[in-house]
Nanobody, 125 residues
Framework: QVQLVESGGGLVPAGGSLRLSCATS????????LGWYRQAPGKQRELVAV???????VVADPVKGRFAISRDNANNVLYLQMNSLKPEDTAVYYC???????????????????WGQGTQVTVSS
C-alpha cells in the first residue's frame, strides 16, 4: 500500500515561515510527479506547486515568490518551503503523487493517484 506522510504544519503568525515535508517510498518518489495542494474550509482543493522527476516545477500564482517546492532524492522526501505566510494561506495541505500532479504539470494522467492525510496550516493575522 502506497503511503504519503505529511508533516510540518502548525500555527504561525502572518509573515512567518513553515516547511512541510512529505515522505513516501522510493518507487513512487522516483517515478511519479509530486505535488502540494491545499483546501480551505468551504473551498475546493487547489494546486500549490508540483514538481516532476526532472525537477521541472510549476508554482501557483497566489504563492509564487513566497513558496518553493523541492525534492530530496536521497531520502525520498518532498518539501514545501512557505515564507511570508498570509492568513489566506490557512488550509489543510495535502501531498499528491501520480495523476493529479501529472495533470497539473502537463504529463499524462493515466496513472494511479495517491494522497496523504493532510497537515493543517493556520496563519494568524
Amino acid at each position: 500500500q502506497v503511503q504519503l506522510v505529511e508533516s510540518g504544519g502548525g500555527l504561525v503568525p502572518a509573515g512567518g515561515s513553515l516547511r512541510l515535508s512529505c515522505a513516501t517510498s522510493g518507487d513512487i518518489f522516483n517515478t511519479q510527479p509530486l505535488g502540494w495542494y491545499r483546501q480551505a474550509p468551504g473551498k475546493q482543493r487547489e494546486l500549490v506547486a508540483v514538481i516532476a522527476t526532472s525537477d521541472y516545477s510549476v508554482v501557483a500564482d497566489p504563492v509564487k515568490g513566497r513558496f518553493a517546492i523541492s525534492r530530496d532524492n536521497a531520502n525520498n522526501v518532498l518539501y514545501l518551503q512557505m515564507n511570508s505566510l498570509k492568513p489566506e494561506d490557512t488550509a489543510v495541505y495535502y501531498c499528491n503523487a501520480g495523476r493529479r500532479a501529472a495533470q497539473d504539470i502537463g504529463l499524462s494522467p493515466s496513472r494511479p493517484d495517491y494522497w496523504g492525510q493532510g497537515t493543517q496550516v493556520t496563519v494568524s493575522s
